[in-house]
Every structure is written in structure tokens, then in C-alpha cells.
């Protein structure tokens, strides 16, 4: 079986949980197993946190001098990857139990790309703040393979994805995009423009990492500014169903006035949002606004 290599970009989380669970699976897979760690520009303590994971066999730490971003740091992972199948994974992932590396194992070789999926907890937080994201995560993200599958480039997610590597190489994640968000979306136009065989998994991780609202909100917004360039330079994330809406009161004539009515309720949308109980149809309602204005 072909080595597999572990890529995780690291920003200012301890990794060492997560580093220690897949060493504890690293038998699971048939063949040489290495975990790459590159650091993008974390402040000094995670820096200190995490670079004795270097000693530990079958690891590799390095960083980066400065922060370059969710796209590019994940195409220098590639860069140092040893082996024939990589693993993508967030540093805010969790493995859901002892059977992670297992299952992959056993799909590899049915596609050319294998899609996990992602969990969150079953509870709510017991922070207030962190309940935005989290009910973010399980309404939209939390999604079984077989509905994944229904779409399955559309569906794609850039966290927890084991690919060959020269799927990669051929096709390098966009470095225009430098904030957060839909780097996926033009990945996975790639791989659908190329026919690239594409399986999706009920293989979660668990998202550890909830933001708070307003740290949420602020990623929303770089999301959108990016999905508002992929739309417009590539023509890209007509299928979702924000640009649709945006695109029809355009087409109407209605996003004008869409616009300023979203303006004029823009803070009460932003309290809930920061408030105790969190609407995601205000969430949209604010992208919605956001899009509109990128657009014009």
C-alpha cells in the first residue's frame, strides 16, 4: 500500500491532541505514515507549544516566517508531502474515534478523491458566543455522505479530504484567495471542469475550533467577499444558493432596492446574530446584504 502523508497547517492551536490520536491509528493504514506540520505565522507561545512534536518519530514540524494564508500554506504542505496519498486536515479537527484511519484505508483506491465530512457536538456550548457557529456547523455542515454525494464537487471541503498527491500538484489550490472561504469551491469546479473521480465518505472529524459570533461573523465576510471574486473573475458558485438570490434581484431589478432595506435592518440582524439565541436566517439575510453590495 502507498505511504500516506498527514498535511495540517497550524495557526495558533496546540496541535500535540490531535498529532497523538493519529499516531495512535498510524498502524491502521497499510503502509508508511508521516504527519507534516507547517506553522503559518502563530504568535510565539503556539510556536513554543508545538515544536517538540519535531522529535516525535514520523513527524515533521516546520514554519513559515510570516502568515501566507489558508490556500497557499496548504500548497507548501503539498510541497513537502514524501508520499503517494495525502490527508488534509484542519488544525481544529478531532479524530470522531479509533477507527478514523481505518476506514480510509479501507475506501482508498475507490476514488481518486475521498471527502470525510465533518461533525460537531451534539450539545450546544455551554458559551453563548459560540452558539452562532455551532449551529451553524450542524444545520449546514454536518451533512451525510449520501447527500453530499447528490452534488458531490459542490460538496466538497478542503478539511479532511485524502487524495492522491498528484491531484494537487495538477491542480494547486487558488493563492488569489488570501482570506478565508470558498477556496473549496474553486477546487472542486477543477476537479468537476476534469472529471477527477470523487467519492464522499461518512468519515467525520469533529470541529473543535468554535469561533465566537463575532469572530464568525467577520470569517462570513471574507467568505463572501471571496465567493463575490470567484463569481466575477470565473464565473464560479452560480450554484449556490446565496448567488442565486443576488443574481435574480439583479436580473429583476430589485437589488437596489434589496440592498438598502438590508442596510436599514443590518444592526438588528448583527444583535441577534451576537445575541443568546442566534437566527441562521439572519446570518443569510446579512450575506445576502454583504453579496449585493460586492456586486454592484
Do not use: C
Amino acid at each position: 500500500m502507498p505511504g500516506l502523508s498527514v498535511l495540517i497547517p497550524v495557526f495558533n492551536r496546540a496541535v500535540a491532541p490531535l498529532v497523538a490520536a493519529l499516531l495512535a491509528q498510524q498502524a491502521d493504514w497499510p503502509g508508511t505514515v508521516e504527519i507534516v506540520l507547517l506553522d503559518d505565522g502563530s504568535a510565539a507561545e503556539r510556536r513554543v507549544q508545538n515544536q517538540p512534536l519535531a522529535q516525535l518519530p514520523g513527524v515533521a514540524y516546520a514554519e513559515l516566517p510570516h502568515n501566507v494564508g489558508r490556500t497557499a500554506v496548504r500548497n507548501a504542505l503539498a510541497a513537502k508531502a514524501q508520499y503517494e496519498w495525502l490527508l488534509l486536515l484542519d488544525n481544529d479537527s478531532l479524530l470522531p474515534d479509533h477507527r478514523f484511519l481505518a476506514r480510509y484505508a479501507a475506501a482508498a483506491g475507490t476514488a481518486e478523491v475521498l471527502i470525510g465530512g465533518t461533525a460537531y457536538a451534539a450539545a450546544p456550548p455551554a458559551d453563548p458566543a459560540l452558539l452562532l457557529r455551532w449551529r451553524y456547523g450542524r444545520a449546514r455542515e454536518m451533512r451525510p455522505a449520501a447527500a453530499r454525494q447528490t452534488a458531490p464537487y459542490a460538496q466538497l471541503t478542503i478539511n479532511n479530504a485524502l487524495l492522491r498527491a498528484d491531484i494537487l500538484r495538477r491542480f494547486p489550490l487558488d493563492e488569489r484567495l488570501t482570506g478565508y472561504g470558498h477556496e473549496d469551491t474553486l477546487f472542486g469546479q477543477q476537479l468537476a471542469a476534469a472529471a477527477v473521480p470523487l467519492r464522499h465518505l461518512d468519515n467525520p472529524v469533529l470541529h473543535d475550533g468554535l469561533e465566537p459570533a463575532a469572530v464568525f461573523l467577520d470569517k462570513s465576510r471574507q467568505a463572501v467577499q471571496n465567493l463575490a471574486y470567484v463569481l466575477q473573475q470565473d464565473g464560479l458558485g452560480t450554484d449556490s444558493r446565496l448567488v442565486q438570490t443576488a443574481l435574480r434581484l439583479k436580473k429583476t431589478g430589485a437589488a437596489g432596492a434589496a440592498r438598502r432595506v438590508l442596510a436599514a435592518t443590518e444592526p438588528a440582524l448583527r444583535r441577534n446574530l451576537l445575541g443568546a439565541n442566534p437566527a441562521l436566517r439572519a446570518l443569510d439575510l446579512l450575506k445576502l446584504y454583504w453579496l449585493l453590495s460586492e456586486l454592484r
